[in-house]
């Protein structure tokens, strides 16, 4: 135990130095004063039949950011502790790691230990922000501390204890270490998300709303018998009202949950099995056999074979060496470089992967113009995801910034082949749709969808350059993606999968994005030169 928790005070003193954990807490504290909003807000996070919600009392306002937590929270927090173990992979403190004798299950829960603090510090500071908002909304200003904290405790720690351990094991999986591993978690996360909205009630429902919300729904139903409320019918989340109107909303008393000993157990279990899943991923852990010397290799790359040695360049003077100079050349060509971006875009790419890109390519020349923009490139605009997200990234991962920023032009050069490397990508995948557009003449549409994949280049360039890591990336893309294209959200469909969007003009709002990320990317670029 007490190299567990020397393991985990030790990462846990590192990653709240880091601004990232500040500004989640941050923006959580924030979130959770959003989350009780007035009666006649323009927006509503639960609302019961159409009209009720709880009144802001201590028993109601724990429920509701638990389950709220328990939603956004194991979303955010997954990105948040995720890359713990790579960390130490990349500093080298893996190999000094390896040469003690901590044993691999011991790492394990230690990281565990770790993450689990974070997000319970988080989640604590979300507790704390909820009984603020109770005294500021003043429907109910006694505060009991109980009452309060107890369905973040029972409800949300379990979700978040699972949420900690899966980041312990995609770590330690190596195909779930990079993007990957986040796409595979966004999706499961998503069905998880559905799965506890259907599951009436049932032990197994991970995140818990289900088990609280029949109780919310029974002290509803008695305070407004007239009203016939089918059960299940309300809603959770954030559910805003058509321009200019607001919510009406009549309150009821909510007194808390009934902790009966199967609710409780059945909450354990789901803790206990977030232990069993570290305890599987010490069994998959390396104990860092692959870190090595030298600096890190970039997806795709081969180490040397055993026993070889690398020959540097500025010793490769003769012999079959001498064909690894290259010559040297004089003037400036922008298109090799294009080139050279791509290729570094696609180095490490399967023949498997470039198939489906070309099948997927094909098959929208071809297929019904509805499922082309509703299926077909939704799909071809999710597939080239870890492409994007290395833009503006591999300076820092692969500590190249002082050769890059000693070359002529970093910022007008290199930076401009980078966002169109990444928009040849946009438009090569998803070209069968805006070829679509174009040969049909409906030129706002083609307008719409080319302004969607110059968008995604430059979000992705933007991103990685402030941020030195493509996650941030893949996080709000696949945020974005989800609502908009693949839900059909007008506001937010930047691929012109709706007529609807398109004809609210959403084309010219992504075209202005595309152009501020390229801005701040700039920005970004010339702050890392002066440095």
Known sequence: MRTIFAIAIADLRERTRRPGFLLTLVLSVVAASYFLPPSDAGYATLQIGGNHRGLYNSAYVGVLIAILDAAFLSFAGFFLVKNAVDRDRIT????ILAATPITRARYALGKFASNLTVLATILLCTGIAGGFMQRVRAEDTAIHPWALLAPLLLVTLPVLALVAALAV???MIPWLRGGFGNVVFFFSWTAMMA?????NGSHYDLVGESVVMNDVFTACTAAFPQDSIQAGNYSLGIAIKDQGERWKLSTFRYGGMKWRWDRVASRIGWFTLAIVVALFAALVFDRFESVGGGAPRA??????PAGDTAVPATHATNGRHASSLSPVRTGFRFGALVVAELRLAFNGVSKAWALVALGLTIASLFAPLTVVRQVLTPI???WPLMLWSALGTRESRFGTSPVLFSSPRPLTRQLPA???AGLAISVVTGGGLGLRFLLGGDLAAFATWLAGAAFIPALALALGVWSGSGKFFEVIYLLLWYAGPL?????????????EGVAQGVGVGFGIVAIASLALAFAGRRRQALA
Do not use: E, Q
């Open 92 to 95: 080298r403190v893996g190999a």
């Open 169 to 171: 094991l995609f770590d």
């Open 195 to 199: 799965a506890s909205s259907f599951s």
């Open 299 to 304: 997806a795709g790359s081969r180490a040397p």
């Open 380 to 382: 071809a605009w999710i």
């Open 418 to 420: 980078i966002w169109i």
């Open 487 to 499: 839900n059909r959200v007008p506001t937010l469909d930047y691929m012109a999968a709706t007529p």
